[in-house]
Structures are given as C-alpha cells and as structure tokens.
C-alpha cells in the first residue's frame, strides 16, 4: 500500500503541477474565459485514464492462466520502462516544464476551441495513463486489489491537497528535491514490478527458470505474514525469488539508480544558475 501511495503522490502531484500552472498562467495573462477549455481537458484525461484502467483490470479475465500471466507480464515490464523514462524526464524537464506549457497555451490559445483542451488533456492524460499502468502492475505484483487501489487514491488525494496549497501560496516545497528522493523510491518499487513481471512470464512458460530459486526465505518470512506483505507492498518483495527475478532486479536498480543521480547532480549547477538568475 505504501508502494501505490508513493506512486499516486508522485505522479498525481507531477499532474497538479501542470494543472497549477496552466490555472495561473490563464489567470495572470487575463485569459480566465479560457479556464473551462483546461477543465474539460483535465475532464476528458481523467475518463481515459480511468477507462483504461478498467480495461487492464478486467480486459484479460476471459483469457487462459497462461495467457493472463503471459500479458500481465509483458505490460508490467512496459509500465517499468514508462516509469524509468519518467523519472529522468522529471529530472531534465523539471526546469523548463513552466514555460514549456506557456508556450503551447500561447500558441494555440487564440486558435481553435479545441487546442487548449488538447494541451490540458495531453499533458494530463500522459501522467494519467502512467499512472494506471503502472498502479496496476504494481497491484498484480502485491496481488491484492484494493489496497493498493486504497492506497494510490490516497496518494493522489494528498497530491491534490498539496496542489491546491501551492497554488494559494500557503505551502512551499523543495519540489526539485522532492522529485528527486521519490523519484530513487520509484527506481526501487519499479525494480520489484520487473522481478514480479518476470515472474509473471516464467509461470507463463515464456521465460525459463521458474524453479530455480536464488534464495527462499518462507521460513523466515511467512508469505502470508505481517512482514512479508510489507514488504511486497512497499517493495514487491517475494520471499521465493527466481535466480532470473533476482537478476533482473540487481541489473535494473542499481545502473539505473546510478545514472538517476548522475542525471541529478549534472542538473544541480544548471538549477543554481537559474535561481540565482531568477532572484537577480
């Protein structure tokens, strides 16, 4: 559950940020007339994003036990890839996400009705469709279903929450630094995503390996005890790991964990600069 909280608080601030700031950019270039096109954009990715969650929930149901974990698998594998690019796109565009999205609304806000409705729901809709992927394959990883459910509506609530203090100037946060912290929490629980999903297509018959455990700690660690679905919440970790699971994990988090920080502290002087800039 804290896993999906995490995930819904990252990716639902990341999305109240930009609605923050296409609110605020509409109101200080006297452009409030255009605040229901935003609205009905945000409206249109949210339906979507929640449709496709459905679909991911309950689209496979009617298939064979190998053809669900042969799926499962391979769209875990996918939201893994989805989230790593996120969090170093998140790290590299933080900067210039705030006029990134000025520019778009400058372009198309005189234009056709429909433009800024398109920049709201594909700058939404992108976080929004993430984020259903990747909620559901960390919930197939847990396999449970409503509290990581619980716990991601929770996350993105307290997202919510904080987006509405940003923008009434109550609250002020080290987003840079707030980024990059949850960003090296979401490497971790992808990297237990990739084992589980491996998982997933060794039971289908995909991938070899399935018996051959690199360590099984059941006895020390009851699968249905207290510590164990801690740790698979937070962590997807399973107390029987595959050599291949095992593997994979150590191959994804710790390179990808490095170039993470490489990426941060490469970005620190460049973020320095135009602080020091933007006070001058």
Same mark, same amino acid.
Request: hydrophobic share 55%; no cysteine; proline share 3%.
């Given at each position: 559950m804290t896993g999906n909280f995490l995930i819904g608080l990252r ?5 109240? %940020? ?25 409206? @249109? ?11 991911? *929930? ?42 990134d999205l000025k520019g778009q609304v400058d372009r198309v806000a ?11 729901? =594909? ?9 259903? =992927? ?10 449970? *279903? ?24 109550? =609250?002020?946060? +080290?987003?840079?630094? @707030? ?30 390996? =399935?018996?051959?455990?690199? @360590? ?5 660690? $009851?699968?249905?005890?207290? %510590? ?7 962590? +997807? ?17 710790? $390179?990808?964990?490095?170039?993470? @920080?490489?990426?941060?502290?490469? +970005? ?13």
């Amino acid at each position: 559950m804290t896993g999906n909280f995490l995930i819904g608080l990252r990716e639902g601030l990341e999305a109240v %940020l930009i609605v923050v700031l296409l609110l605020a950019y509409l109101k200080k270039s006297g452009r409030t007339h255009l605040l229901p096109r935003v609205w009905a954009g945000i409206a @249109f990715a949210v339906t979507v994003s929640l449709g496709f969650g459905a679909l991911l *929930t309950y689209g496979p149901r009617g298939l064979t036990f190998e053809a669900q974990e042969m799926i499962g698998g391979g769209l875990s594998i996918i939201a893994v890839g989805f989230v790593t690019w996120m969090v170093f796109w998140m790290a590299k565009a933080s900067r210039s996400l705030s006029a990134d999205l000025k520019g778009q609304v400058d372009r198309v806000a005189d234009g056709s009705a429909w433009g800024l409705v398109l920049v709201a729901a =594909l700058a939404v809709g992108r976080e929004g469709l993430e984020t259903a =992927l990747f909620i559901w394959a960390a919930a197939r990883a847990t396999g449970e *279903t409503w509290q990581p459910l619980l716990g991601a509506f929770l996350g993105i609530l307290a997202a919510i929450a904080f987006g509405a203090l940003l923008h009434r100037g109550a =609250l002020r946060i +080290n987003l840079s630094r @707030f980024f990059s912290w949850t960003g090296a929490a979401l490497i971790v629980v992808a990297g237990g995503v990739l084992a589980y999903g491996i998982h997933d297509l060794q039971e289908a018959g995909v991938v070899p390996g =399935l018996h051959h455990l690199a @360590f099984d700690v059941s006895a020390a660690v $009851p699968p249905s005890g207290w %510590l164990a679905t801690l740790l698979k919440g937070v962590f +997807n970790f399973s107390p029987a790991t595959t050599w291949l699971e095992a593997t994979a994990w150590v191959l994804y988090v710790l $390179p990808v964990m490095f170039l993470y @920080f490489r990426r941060i502290r490469r +970005n620190a002087p460049v973020a320095a600069r135009s602080a020091a800039a933007a006070a001058a």
